[in-house]
């Protein structure tokens, strides 16, 4: 009997130390996928496009070459325009694995999604210690910034309010490009009597359409009233909100009938080959222009505040920080400090086709759509995309996003703001 309980005893104690060197190896291999001592920095985003992953590749081979000992990994996740990817971060994230940096939007996508829920370290001390804090912006690190802490650094700064136009059917028509929605409108009937697609729309995706609105939001209200829609001090059932929608409504009777079947490359492409004339886009689009479909700017294709916005700027902002949880914080911080240096930003944003976040980045390495947004964006009034998430939390950006889309089809604004109201 004595026996046979030894052996038992000895037994456990052999099960017992099994299990233990499965859980550490568990927890090893879950260390190195999330960016741990013995693993690599696993940067996570959804640049996998031409131009996007260019530029993400520039950033990473300067940071090997200042710290080549330490060891990254590109965990881009490709599709979706980033639905993808966020929906592989919020997996990784609520099971507390988050990757080593990851790509967010400034504003209310960072702020109330990922600050909020407690899963961000302050990077005040990086600020601090970079000089950062008259580098970029004051309203840029606003939009990172929640109760006095900041918790990312911009690598970029994207206009969302760009009319992008073809210069040869423009010239061929004796055509300028419109400045207000009047102008658009006159435009618009001139192209469609000569059997070309004034506005190309891809919104397979529906944010597409949303960008859309957005840029038409603030043509119609405003950078004041426009950000008031967004604080609840405007109500989306004012009556400068449906002259809005009126003016949206009328844009969309220009669009190209497939548009529901194509994506924002599919609408760019209408534009290059000139089966449309004007699209609205980011200018990620000038990104694809120029680096996969090798267009040269203001000879095949010209760009413009979209109608009502000339001395406004919709930013979209690409940002980095500090996951909480991760085991190797300090080699994370120098990956934010090469983004946010002007090298970084100057490696990174000519082949991205946004432009830096910094204000003392080298506009010599940027071409003239560069030079000019870059000065743009020094005195520009400000205003958060809510196609991208800055202007609102995710909730409200996907129940708006479900509405356009509605909207886009039934073309019924009462129905629309009961939606979203």
Known sequence: MKMKKGFFLAL?????????????????????????????????????????????????????????????????????????????????MQGNDPPATFQVHGGAELNEGWVKAGKMESLNDLYEKEGWMDKFPESLIDLVSKDGEIYSVPVNIHRGNVLWYNKKVFEDNGLEPPATFEEFFKVADALKAKGITPLALGDKEPWAATHLLEAVLLGTLGTEDYGALFNGELKWDDAKVKTALDNYKKMLDYVNEDHSSRNWQDASQLVANGEAAMNVMGDWAKGYFVNDLKLKVNEDFGYTATPGTDGKFIVITDTFGLPKGVDNPENVKKFLSVLGSVEGQDAFNPLKGSIPARTDADVSKYDQYGKDTIEDFKSAELSPSLAHGSAAEEGFVTKVNQAVNIFVTQKDADQFINAVK
């Open 12 to 92: 456990l104690l052999l099960f017992s130390l099994v299990i233990s060197a499965c859980g550490n190896a568990s927890t090893s291999g879950e260390k190195a996928e999330g960016g741990g001592k013995e693993g690599k920095l696993d940067i996570f985003s959804w640049w996998t496009g031409a131009g996007e992953e260019d530029g993400l590749k520039a950033l990473i081979k300067l940071f090997e070459e200042k710290h080549p000992d330490v060891p990254l990994e590109n965990a881009a996740v490709a599709g979706g325009a980033g639905t993808n990817a966020k929906a592989v971060l919020a997996s990784r």
